[in-house]
């Protein structure tokens, strides 16, 4: 508002504000602005006193343009609050104090010299005085001051007097770092250029069975943690939602180890003492701890880690607040999180009867929370977080050798239990059958998401870099972006979904990965009204990549696009740790970016073709839908026959 009454913008503007004196008293009004360059005054409680030029006019009551005829009446809910009015940049501070009064006007504190006087807020020639000025402090009526009617003005010098001498404000010599011209002593030197080799990614495998992978990155900062082949797939009906929980209690403390035993807050204190944070995630297939800290303090970083994962504080209480904070999460999910999960749900639904590991919900449902315990979270973690042979040390920033020794410090001494060999027993492929998902609850936007889906083969399969392309191809977002060229404005989904149709809000292409599976699909947002046409839409997208090839331009731009962000999303310590574990559990391996890049720039326009021919052809849908009204998307039978047609 302040922008365009400077750049002399007119016209008036409804907004809601709430409001809280320093009474504590709250009132909520609609409040109208309007912006004039001629003049401008703040209306409060129909008490107006006027600001200098240039400035915008709030009101409660009558406000007017400069023409008469713009003059309005709004009501509006009686509240106290201050008058305070805010400087601008070239002003100094100013106080203005109300006193009680019986009458509707406000009754204002005028200081003239060392006379304190009342006066309305209607009186012109009202003087302000800073707040330096001591004949502030003589007021005995201050209603926003529980201490005027005990400590007068010498009382008050003498009270801060002793605090200026007891509080100090200036930093401790002791627990400070002053900058200097050279570096501090804890602080390792750089490395000599001549002395430093192209990164490259190491692998060991410890006695035990833990493999430990690193690359280096010549930093001052690392990035180190464990991955585990454990998640939410291995789930059965009576341990449903445990890894949600275990995402939870990853940090609540420890109860033992090298680091004694530690509260969740204690933990965080120590690990930000090391200068560093800690991250714990949870997916189908697997599950991350991991630490960002300064580079000399890996050692004690890695021990306070370890034991984290090895001696968790696991009691009631600590469960009980865990589900307290899941049923917040449900209070306040997302709804492009539902869609997702009732994807996977509905794309991998029961068969024969039965259902399938990637149809189990990942995010732990309410229903579910009862089930879990101290003793199923404990006998869950024996049998799939802590087995040797399905775990991977990863650290991004760190000397291999350093990083090897560490593993073998803190996690060298487990060994497989007969829990962990019936896990292998225990992993079942699931087969995609295709379905519908319908949620029918209130978003926050009042949109309706919509989600149609296909699928496509897993992590090992040859179409998995075709798809990834196919997918950028598509790209997507939002109707309102802060995109650009680079930023996937060109797209398929941006052109011919967004810029084409003013109901559709967003569509956006997604993949999802799993060893044996995975799935490929199209996400939008619209209104209630328009779900029908925007689920034809995502259709036909669907069938355009059947019946003809991309253009040259889109298949190129579509693979300069995967490399950039590829290479810039591994130019990131956090993302390389990642990408380090999570390719070492997969693959046993890791690509170089090299490798990467030329898989990608080998993709042609018959391979994206015939993914989509493969995925689309030979498989029924599968459709997802969120909202508050949901009878016009269309059902799962009537948008198969839309492709059995083709």
Same mark, same amino acid.
């Given at each position: ?129 800073? &707040?330096?000025?001591? #004949?502030? =402090? /003589?007021?005995?009526?201050?209603? *926003? ?5 005990? !400590? ?92 949600h929980m275990m995402e939870l209690l990853a940090f609540s403390g420890t109860s033992g180890g ?15 003492? &090391?200068?560093?944070? #800690?991250? =714990? /995630?949870?997916?189908?297939?697997? *599950? ?5 800290? !300064? ?125 962990? #060999? ?62 650009g060229p680079g930023k996937g404005m060109y797209s398929r989904l941006y052109r011919q979904v ?149």
């Amino acid at each position: 508002a302040a922008a365009a009454a400077a750049n002399g913008v007119r016209g008036v503007t409804s907004v809601f504000w709430r409001i809280r004196n320093k009474n504590g008293i709250k009132g909520n009004s609609n409040v109208n602005i309007n912006l004039s360059r001629k003049y401008c005054a703040n209306t409060i409680n129909n008490n107006t006193y006027v600001r200098n030029k240039n400035r915008f006019q709030v009101g409660f009551s009558s406000l007017s343009h400069d023409h008469p005829d713009h003059t309005r009446q709004y009501t509006h809910r009686q509240f106290s609050v201050s008058n305070y009015e805010f400087p601008m940049r070239d002003e100094a501070p100013v106080v203005t104090r109300a006193l009680a009064s019986s009458d509707k006007t406000a009754t204002m504190i005028e200081t003239t010299g060392s006379t304190v006087t009342a006066s309305t807020t209607s009186n012109k020639n009202m003087k302000k005085r800073y &707040l330096s000025d001591p #004949s502030i =402090a /003589s007021i005995t009526n201050d209603p *926003f001051d529980d201490n005027t009617q005990s !400590l007068n003005l010498k009382d008050r010098e003498s009270i801060l007097k002793v605090q200026k001498n007891t509080l100090s404000t200036s930093l401790s010599p002791s627990s400070s770092h002053p900058i200097t011209p050279n570096p501090p002593s804890f602080i390792p030197p750089n490395l000599p250029r001549e002395s430093m080799i192209e990164p490259q990614t190491l692998l060991s495998t410890l006695p035990n069975g833990i493999r430990v992978a690193s690359q280096e990155t010549y930093g001052q900062v690392c990035t180190i943690g464990l991955l585990s082949e454990c998640g939410s797939r291995l789930e059965t009906n009576e341990t449903c939602g445990i890894n949600h929980m275990m995402e939870l209690l990853a940090f609540s403390g420890t109860s033992g180890g090298k680091s004694g035993t530690l509260s969740a807050a204690d933990f965080q204190t120590t690990m930000e003492n &090391l200068g560093g944070v #800690s991250f =714990a /995630s949870s997916s189908r297939e697997q *599950f991350l701890y991991c630490a960002d800290v !300064l580079r000399p303090n890996s050692e004690k970083a890695m021990t306070l880690l370890a034991d984290a994962v090895l001696h968790p504080i696991l009691d009631e209480n600590t469960i009980n607040d865990a589900k307290q904070v899941i049923e917040y999460q449900w209070m306040d999910i997302m709804p492009e999180i539902r869609v997702g999960e009732g994807l996977q749900m509905a794309g991998y639904g029961k068969l024969d009867g039965i259902e399938q590991q990637l149809g189990r919900p990942h995010f732990c449902p309410l229903e579910a929370l009862p089930n879990l315990t101290v003793e199923s979270i404990q006998n869950f973690r024996k049998s799939y977080l802590l087995n040797p042979q399905s775990m991977v040390i990863a650290g991004a920033g760190i000397e291999h050798n350093e990083l090897v020794e560490l593993a073998q410090s803190t996690f060298g001494h487990i060994t497989p239990s007969k829990m962990n #060999s019936a896990k292998a027993s225990k992993i079942l492929p699931s087969t995609y059958t295709g379905g519908d998902y319908r949620l029918s609850t209130p978003t926050i936007d009042g949109f309706v998401r919509v989600a149609l889906a296909f699928p496509i083969d897993g992590w090992h399969s040859q179409d998995l870099v075709p798809a990834c392309v196919l997918q950028t191809l598509l790209g997507g977002g939002s109707s309102f972006s802060a995109g650009g060229p680079g930023k996937g404005m060109y797209s398929r989904l941006y052109r011919q979904v967004l810029n084409r149709y003013y109901w559709a809000e967003s569509a956006e292409a997604f993949t999802s990965f799993h060893n044996e599976a995975g799935l490929l699909g199209i996400s939008g947002s619209t209104t209630p009204d328009k779900t029908n046409d925007l689920t034809q839409v995502l259709a036909e997208h669907f069938m355009k990549l059947v019946v003809e090839d991309v253009t040259d331009e889109e298949l190129s731009r579509a693979r300069n696009m995967l490399k950039c962000n590829v290479l810039t999303q591994l130019e990131s310590r956090l993302v390389l740790f990642e990408d380090l574990g999570r390719q070492i559990l997969t693959y046993g391996k890791r690509e170089t970016s090299q490798d990467m890049c030329a898989k990608i720039e080998a993709v042609t326009k018959e391979d994206i073709r015939n993914v989509a021919k493969k995925a689309v052809l030979h498989n029924p849908p599968t459709l997802s839908s969120v909202g508050a009204t949901i009878d016009n998307v269309p059902h799962h039978e009537e948008v198969k026959r839309w492709f059995t047609r083709m």
